[in-house]
């Protein structure tokens, strides 16, 4: 499995920016995608992760009402649309796919594929 993210860029504080991840491979191995981010200097941290359908998914505490995953299975591709974004939301963001667990988990160890990662810089 690969995964190709895609989205990120500098924007202002209360803007907005939509993360794609693409998953090309034998797909059939995901049981359920998410975003992680890694700040400097802090830990990798669970954003958002969805399961086979977009009404089963799961947020972090600091993107419950503000970030929504979406996930298009025809494209094998996810989403992640941040909205009201804040300085602290700086990070590189990763892409990761993993299975065969039951949910969605939030840790990044049952995450067995992951993408390059992309830059996204909220300034104040």
């Known amino acids: 499995v690969q995964l190709q993210a895609s989205g990120g860029g500098l924007v202002q504080a209360g803007g907005s920016l939509r993360l794609s991840c693409a998953a090309s491979?034998?797909?059939?191995?995901?049981?359920?995608m998410g975003w992680f981010r890694q700040a400097p200097g802090k830990d990798r941290e669970f954003v958002a992760g969805i399961g086979s359908s977009n009404d089963n998914s799961y947020y972090a505490d600091s993107a419950k009402d503000r970030f929504t995953i979406s996930r298009d299975i025809a494209k094998n591709t996810i989403y992640l649309q941040m909205n009201s974004l804040k300085p602290e939301d700086t990070a590189v963001y990763y892409c990761a796919a993993g299975g065969p667990y039951i949910g969605i988990p939030m840790t990044f160890k049952l995450y067995q594929y992951w993408g390059q990662g992309t830059q996204v810089t909220v300034s104040s």
């Open positions: 491979g034998q797909t059939f191995n995901i049981y359920y």
